[in-house]
């Protein structure tokens, strides 16, 4: 790019941007004052959802109760009712994980899913701030094109959702420190080897998003141990989203995440998992995975072929009992409140 | 909080006036030696020089023999440009950097695109209009076009590497040691998820906490404008983003954000046509949530800072255009 013509366009850029700041100023009361008393009747879809501690009678396997074999093997039973759902976990933290470490299932969903709404408060109480910045200058400018006008108004409605979900989550989240959010990693790994299978996912699929990993390198060690198991284990529960997961680490496809490190590009893996999932798939989706096993079984063995269509079939059979794969066809999506 | 971020978008607006921080410039750092870094006014640390001894490049020698040429394969002058780096040769350890940045950049291309053609094959067609299966046709193109570019660097110059010597966070710390820029900014802004190997070696989490304020320290001191950007958005990051490593190490501290807000401000402000006027508002809005203390001491850090390293280096200190730890396919490495 021409340097000249690219600091011009930044200072004109720039200039435009002082001008909104400056007509802004004067406004922002009046913007904040509209946007804090805007109407609160839309929920976030993240926190839409019905909440999954409806499992915590169940450890959250109402529907695969005849799968869950690997995990439960260190799962004792609940011993004692969990606390009063929306407790501050600043409150109910120390009895919840004491009970998660000796394995009690229930305790460390509750203690996961209790974590993550406050991480994920946290993350929109920031993402609040920084859209302010950008959505509420504007605001004040009479030339607005309508397209602009609704691409704002669905912002603030993006915000609201956000807000109210703060809001929602203020109580549950009092006072908890930095520290005791960052555990959300060991808290998502307890809760996932107990038997929780969206903790599970989130462990794997996040690829260590951990916030808290400068201060505590042991988790690496502890996510290269327990991948592996972790993920055979959500196979055998039929868990779709753990298969696609599998699928595009082996395939290489992200190589320089923890995920992908650990697990390595191994194409006749890939192959195995991708052959999987296409048993459980239908529609335009069959084409993706056709022509993604035609590019992973170039380098394999004719037995390497028959081996993974061989286990694929098997697990399909066992573990996946009919159901269908579509739900990643698109990305699956993890670590998000959906089950909330 | 309305006015912190108001102030903080007044210095995001400075950084579009800011001249090019991805301005060419020499690229590869000298290879004369330079012992110490020299006293600076505390980047990266609000409490002075805790940082500055490990700030301070490791021995820097003279080059002692030319690179080997450009597009010679990365496997086989591997142990060469790491065994100099490792002895202080800033050139070598500059171009292993930007070498093996290109080939996992290629590498991983190669494997992403295929994704997005297969993606581009999942649409049932019968069902699809003109328009659909004319973008995803120029998609498919573009894939292609990128994969055989990709494959070409791969095959040519990338082909037969180790897994470890894809590993770039270390060499990215010795590149930055040596002085090299793009290395800094990577290094010390490198996502977990760039990280190729830490899973291995954690102990690379514990140099990170050693040397990348340092490295920041010492970059800004060499008039290093994106290091300016990436401090600025890590103190003034709030939430939990497990990802950033910078962000765990600094936390957010409106204050130190304001420092560096500060600092791109000024630059802003040099130029005729931006009025004076900016920085008095800049310092009024920060006034809303920041004493009257913690603003003189940014006040004062920046102007030092601005005078010292970055009034005679306006265009910034970066080689590349591409963004903090992004190769692309041409990108010359150093020399």
Known sequence: MNDVSSRSKRRRAAWAFIALVAAVLTGVAVDAMFFASAPMAMKPSAAAAPIGIASETETGMANDAGKRTMLRSTAVPATAALPPRGTPVAETYAQLKIRADAGDATAATRLYHDLQRCRMARTFQQMIDERLDRELPNEVDPHLS???????????????????FVRDNEALCAGLGDERINSIVPASLRAAQLGDLKALDCYVGSDMGMPGLLDHPEWLTQFKQNIPNLIETATRRGDWVAVDLAHHAYAGAFPDT???QV????????????????????GAFLTKLDRLLEQASR???????????????????RYFDGSSSSEVSNGATICQMADD | MVMLALAAIIAGGAWLLLPS???????????????????SPGAGNRDGDAHRAKAAPRLKREATSPLPPRGAPLAQIYDDLKARADVGDAAAASRLYHDIGRCKAALNSIQTLQGVVADSSQGNDSDASPDTLGRRTATVAVAHHHQAKSGQLATSQCADLAPAQLQIMPVALRAAQLGDNDAADCYVGMPVTFARGLVDHPEWLEQYKENALALADAAIRRGDWTMVEQLQDSYAKKGVDGGDLLHQLTGTDPAMAYRYSRLALLAMAEHPDVPRTVLD??????????PGAAIQAGDAWADDAHRRYFSANPDGARTSEMGVCEFGHDEAPAQ
């Open chain 1, 146 to 164: 309508v397209l602009e006008i609704k691409r704002r108004q669905a912002a603030l409605a993006s915000m609201q959702e956000q807000l109210d």
């Open chain 1, 299 to 317: 380098p394999l063995t004719p037995q390497q072929i028959d081996d993974g269509d061989s286990w694929a079939q098997d697990r399909y059979a």
């Open chain 2, 281 to 290: 508002q800049q310092r009024t809005l920060a006034m809303e949530s920041l």
């Open chain 1, 263 to 282: 697990l390595g590009a191994d194409p006749a893996m890939d192959y195995r998992y991708l052959r999987l999932e296409r048993l459980g798939a239908n």
């Open chain 2, 21 to 39: 921080r991805a301005a060419p410039r020499s690229s590869a750092p000298s290879a004369i030696a330079t012992q110490a870094a020299e006293a």
């Open chain 1, 258 to 260: 923890p995920r992908g």
